[in-house]
């Protein structure tokens, strides 16, 4: 079946520093990619996505590029700030037929604490 | 209201009480969801209803029981429950019909605190 791995937080970082959160998939089909984040006390919100190889997503900074020859979609920023502190999901969605096509299958999560 | 509520936003219940937790969408979607969300557990979906077709995960014990009485509201009725079902329920909707496109964004409501006692 579809899995999703991502690197098991907490991570740390200091404000201004560089972010790379790792996922890997796998999967029987051709799935579309995403980013999740979830901040204190809220629900989860799409952050980005990438549906065919070698697209690249990319919002309020982050980005990630769906690599299907390393079957990974890395998240990345270049800078992060103390509001980006919440947990970040990375999930797929497979194209398959059938009433379970339109699932979602999500990684554990990563949470990131920022400090100032 | 916008997008997806969830009432109520935190529940403490006793294993023979019984409760239901609501979720309304102001999307106009056409499919909503159940995830539990666990400590140190990936989320795991519960219940898909899309267009009057219920998706079941087959794991899931039947003291959770779901209701979709129309396209915008969703409720999760709660009995006998267990401490081990305590979690952060979330509701999700999207536009998303079976077999169709896979990259279907999923909006997700703020979800209930379950405490079971």
């Known amino acids: 079946g579809d899995s999703v791995t991502q690197m098991e937080g907490p991570v740390t970082l200091s404000e201004e520093a560089f972010l790379t959160i790792n996922c890997t998939y796998t999967?029987?089909?051709?799935?579309?990619l995403f980013w999740y984040v979830q901040y204190p006390g809220e629900g989860l919100q799409l952050l980005l996505k990438?549906?065919?190889?070698?697209d690249k997503g990319s919002n309020k900074g982050f980005e990630a590029t769906y690599r299907k020859e390393t079957t990974s979609f890395h998240l990345e920023k270049g800078s992060v700030q103390v509001s980006d502190s919440a947990v970040y999901f990375c999930?797929?969605?497979?194209?398959?037929?059938?009433?379970?096509?339109?699932?979602?299958?999500f990684g554990k999560g990563t949470k990131l604490s920022v400090i100032p | 209201e916008t997008g997806v509520t969830q009432t109520p936003r935190h529940l403490v219940m006793g294993m023979t009480n019984k409760k239901s937790l609501k979720c309304e969408q102001h999307?106009?979607?056409?499919?909503m969801y159940w995830y539990k969300q666990s400590a140190k557990k990936p989320l795991e979906l519960m219940f898909v209803?899309?267009?009057?077709?219920?998706?079941e995960n087959n794991s899931v014990p039947s003291r959770f029981s779901p209701e979709c009485p129309n396209s915008s509201h969703l409720f999760l009725h709660l009995h006998t429950l267990q401490p081990e079902d305590s979690a952060l329920y979330l509701c999700?909707?999207?536009?998303?019909?079976?077999?169709?496109?896979?990259?279907?964004?999923?909006?997700f409501g703020p979800g209930t605190r379950l405490t079971v006692l």
């Open positions: 999307l106009g979607h056409n499919a």
């Open positions: 209803y899309s267009l009057e077709e219920r998706v």
């Open positions: 990438a549906t065919k190889a070698d």
């Open positions: 999930a797929l969605s497979d194209r398959g037929s059938g009433a379970g096509s339109y699932q979602l299958t």
């Open positions: 999967a029987t089909g051709y799935p579309s």
């Open positions: 999700a909707s999207s536009q998303g019909i079976a077999g169709a496109s896979s990259y279907n964004e999923q909006f």
